[in-house]
């Protein structure tokens, strides 16, 4: 998945999952990300065209790690086994790409998934952004 649109697509679903207003910052800023080619994959789950669940995988250059990051499954499509999946299809490419350590931020929603696929809770973040 790289053509412009349908990573448009990808945010705007992420952003209304997310509680947030629909904009063109998320979506901006993976197109910016996609163009430096640092090997990022973005993954999807459609149902009649319509974007149902999607996350990234952002492989940390030089070291064991990749991401897992954005994931997101409408309201409706979840306890399907849809994040689940794409969680592990993200996996199974890190791992493709050489990667044995995953690291992620997760939502409540996300976090009970993950763990009992073992990855562990080892600290928290709190999202901030900084406005001059």
């Keep these: 998945m790289?053509?412009?649109?349908?990573?448009?697509a990808m945010s705007a679903?992420?952003?209304?999952?997310?509680g947030a207003n629909v904009s063109d910052g998320n979506?901006?800023?993976?197109?910016?990300?996609?163009?430096?080619?640092?090997?990022m994959e973005l993954w999807v789950a459609e149902h009649e065209?319509?974007?149902v669940s999607a996350g990234r995988l952002e492989p940390?250059?030089?070291t064991e790690f990749a991401g897992i990051w954005g994931g997101a499954t409408r309201?409706?499509?979840?306890?399907?086994?849809?994040?689940r999946a794409l969680t592990a299809a993200r996996a199974r490419a890190a791992l493709t790409l050489g990667k044995k350590l995953i690291h992620?931020?997760?939502?409540?929603?996300?976090?009970?998934i993950l763990e009992r696929y073992g990855l562990r809770r080892v600290s928290t973040t709190t999202p901030y952004r900084w406005r001059r």
């Excluded at 790289?2 to 448009?8: K, V, Y």
């Design 60 to 62: 940390v250059p030089d």
């Design 104 to 112: 992620s931020d997760s939502t409540e929603y996300s976090r009970p």
């Design 49 to 51: 065209g319509l974007i």
């Design 13 to 18: 679903m992420q952003d209304e999952v997310f």
């Design 2 to 8: 790289s053509a412009e649109r349908d990573i448009r």
């Design 27 to 39: 979506a901006e800023a993976i197109l910016r990300r996609v163009a430096h080619d640092g090997g």
């Design 75 to 83: 309201a409706e499509w979840r306890g399907r086994g849809i994040y």
